[in-house]
């Protein structure tokens, strides 16, 4: 577990060390943070648009002795594609999820790069951009992982959520060919709705259904 006071020194430090500018998006609990949405976190998620960014930031995390964790990769994520590089200390239970553009079934997109617009800078040559926590909702549907669904029902019960960016975002999921992103989502909201923990127009789920649907059909006929 990692706080915002010893996060924010780690990303200074980091940014110390680093050989070249990186502009990185942060996701997960690590964006949660930034966006003042939650005070700790397990993991610092990242997203990289670069495969030669994320192995600079890979060189510099040794340098500051942390080590690869496939072994975490393995019993968090399975054997799913899309998973991240995992680092750690050994002194340390925190785990850097360092991913590639996709995360697990979905595409960090364009609009959600665009819609990451706080930013915040740390030491010389480290620059993260903080994922929208619409965005956050729709990759924390994805992972699979328990303790996200406290972090959906969090973020639906303090933000007010525009249904019509997860709904276009969905759409551009589908777009991109990660039509499981949405029927995961979809059956994630159901879940929560069951129980009576968030509330949600009923259209929402609807159209995410629609959407898989047709997609689906699409493809049969191909």
Known sequence: MININNQE???NEIGKNLPKNLIVYSIGGTAMMLQGLKG????????????????????TLKTMKFREDQKRVIEIYGVKKNTPE?????????IFDL???????SIFSDGMKKRATRTHEFGTKLVIKAANPHDILIMKSVTGRAKDHEDIVSIINSHKIDW???IEEASEQVRLGKEKAIMVLGEKLENLISQNSITIPKSVLDTLWKLFSKQVKDKSKK
Do not use: A, G
């Open 86 to 94: 995992m680092f750690r200390l050994e002194s340390n239970e925190f």
């Open 40 to 59: 700790e976190t397990l993991d610092i998620d990242l997203v990289f648009d670069k495969e030669n960014d994320r192995n600079v930031f890979i060189n």
């Open 164 to 166: 019509k960016i997860i």
């Open 99 to 105: 991913f590639l553009n996709k995360v697990i079934s």
């Open 9 to 11: 020194t780690l990303f």
